[in-house]
C-alpha cells in the first residue's frame, strides 16, 4: 500500500464527507487522527475498528480552540503528519440582503480562516521533514457561486485562491497543497431536502445522480498517492459545472 503508515489529520472527520475519508484512508493502511466537536460515536468507532484502523480522536470545537496547540497535538499522536484535509465547515445560508454581519464572519472563520492557520503550523513542521500534501475542501459554489450562499461562496472560492498560492510557496520543500471541489453531495445535508428540491438539482447534472461520500473520499486517495499534482482544483460533480 502507497499510504501505508502515513499520518492523516481529517477535521470535521465524524460525519459526511470527512467520515468516509477517514475510514477510506484507514482502509488504505493510513494512520488517521479524526476531529470533531462531540464524543465520538460508536457506529463510527466501529467501523474504524472494522478496518483494523491505527487512529486517534482529537476532540475540538476549531472555531473555540487554540489552533497552535491542536496541530501540536495532533502531531504527536505519531511523531509527524504527512496529510492534512481541511474539510470542517459550516453553512449559514440566507439571502444576501437578509445576511448578517455575524452570518458572513462565522462562515469566512471557520471555512477559510481556520485552514489558513491550520495550514500554516502544519506547514512549518512539514517544512522539517520536506514532505507533506494539504488539501483543502472547497465546493462548486466556490466557482459559480449560488444564491442563498454569498458567505459560504466567498470561503470556498478564498480556498481555490490560497490553494494555488500556498502550493507555490510549499513546493519549495516538496510540500504540496491541492483542493477538491465537491458538487451535490448525497450527505445529511442533503436527507433534509424535499424530493422536489432534489429532483430539481438533479435535473442539472448530466450524470443524472447525486454524489456519493466516497467518490469524494476516493478523490482524495488519487491525491495522495499522485505526488505530481499541486495547485490543482479537482471538481467532482457529475459534470455540474459543464
Known amino acids: 500500500m502507497i499510504l501505508k ?6 477535521t470535521g472527520s465524524t460525519r459526511g464527507i470527512g467520515r468516509e475519508m477517514a475510514l477510506e484512508f484507514a482502509r488504505e493502511g493510513a494512520k488517521v487522527i479524526l476531529n470533531g466537536r462531540h464524543d465520538l460515536a460508536n457506529d463510527l468507532k466501529e467501523q474504524l475498528e472494522q478496518e483494523n484502523a491505527d487512529y486517534r480522536y482529537l476532540q475540538a470545537d476549531l472555531a473555540e480552540t487554540n489552533l497552535k496547540e491542536f496541530v ?27 445576511m448578517k454581519e455575524a452570518d458572513f464572519d462565522q462562515v469566512i472563520n471557520l471555512d477559510l480562516k481556520i485552514p489558513f492557520f491550520l495550514s500554516k503550523e502544519m506547514i ?17 459554489v466556490g466557482l459559480h457561486g449560488n444564491m442563498g450562499q454569498s458567505n459560504y461562496a466567498t470561503a470556498k472560492a478564498g480556498l481555490i485562491g490560497f490553494t494555488k498560492s500556498v502550493a507555490k510557496e510549499a513546493a519549495l520543500r516538496h510540500i504540496r497543497v491541492n483542493a477538491i471541489a465537491p458538487g451535490m453531495i448525497d450527505t ?16 442539472q447534472i448530466p450524470l443524472g445522480r447525486l454524489g456519493e461520500t ?12 499522485n505526488d505530481y499534482i499541486t495547485g490543482q482544483t479537482i471538481v467532482v460533480d457529475g459534470g455540474m459545472t459543464i
Do not use: H, P, Y
Open 72 to 98: 501540536t497535538d495532533a502531531w504527536n499522536c505519531f511523531g509527524k503528519i504527512d496529510i492534512l484535509v481541511n474539510n470542517a465547515g459550516i453553512t449559514k445560508d440566507k439571502m444576501f440582503i437578509s
Open 188 to 203: 445529511d445535508m442533503t436527507e433534509n431536502l424535499s424530493d422536489r428540491v432534489k429532483e430539481n438539482i438533479v435535473k
Open 124 to 140: 512549518r513542521k512539514m517544512n522539517r521533514q520536506k514532505s507533506g500534501l494539504i488539501i483543502n475542501m472547497s465546493s462548486i
Open 214 to 225: 466516497n467518490e469524494i473520499a476516493r478523490t482524495a486517495i488519487f491525491l495522495a498517492q
Open 5 to 10: 503508515d502515513m499520518v492523516v489529520l481529517i
